[in-house]
């Protein structure tokens, strides 16, 4: 079955950086896109990155353009999203989700546990 892994989450001051990375298993990694989304209490989910099968796409939030970056390997059926200029309105858990198709716009249809990322002083 599918997994979806994520790891890097934790406590960084505002201006920082951290790195999220997604370590897929039980999937063809490389044929499908993925993406991260998060989500705070009371609030829904919401879509921070999409990355296509063969990196030849991303999409972002406007929240997060030109501080966040997805990338992908393939190799290590890996996805990242390395996280810069840190605010405290990205205090968030953060899902790792793969997608049905090779496109960043196809539907999510499986979803990680989630990890933890703090901005705080």
């Known amino acids: 079955q599918v997994q979806l892994v994520e790891s890097g989450g934790g406590l960084v001051q505002p201006g920082g950086s951290l790195r999220l990375s997604c370590a897929a298993s039980g999937v063809t990694f490389s044929r499908y896109a993925m993406s991260w989304y998060r989500q705070v209490p009371g609030k829904s989910r919401e879509l921070v990155a999409a990355?296509?099968?063969?990196?030849?796409?991303?999409n972002y939030a406007d929240s997060v353009k030109g501080r966040f970056t997805i990338s992908r390997d393939n190799g290590k059926n890996t996805v990242y999203l390395q996280m810069n200029s840190l605010k405290p309105e990205d205090t968030a858990v953060y899902y790792c989700?793969?997608?049905?198709?090779?496109?960043?716009?196809?539907?999510?249809?499986?979803w990680g546990q989630g990890t933890q990322v703090t901005v705080s002083s």
């Open positions: 989700t793969k997608r049905g198709d090779t496109y960043t716009y196809s539907p999510v249809d499986y």
């Open positions: 990355i296509s099968s063969k990196s030849g796409a991303t």
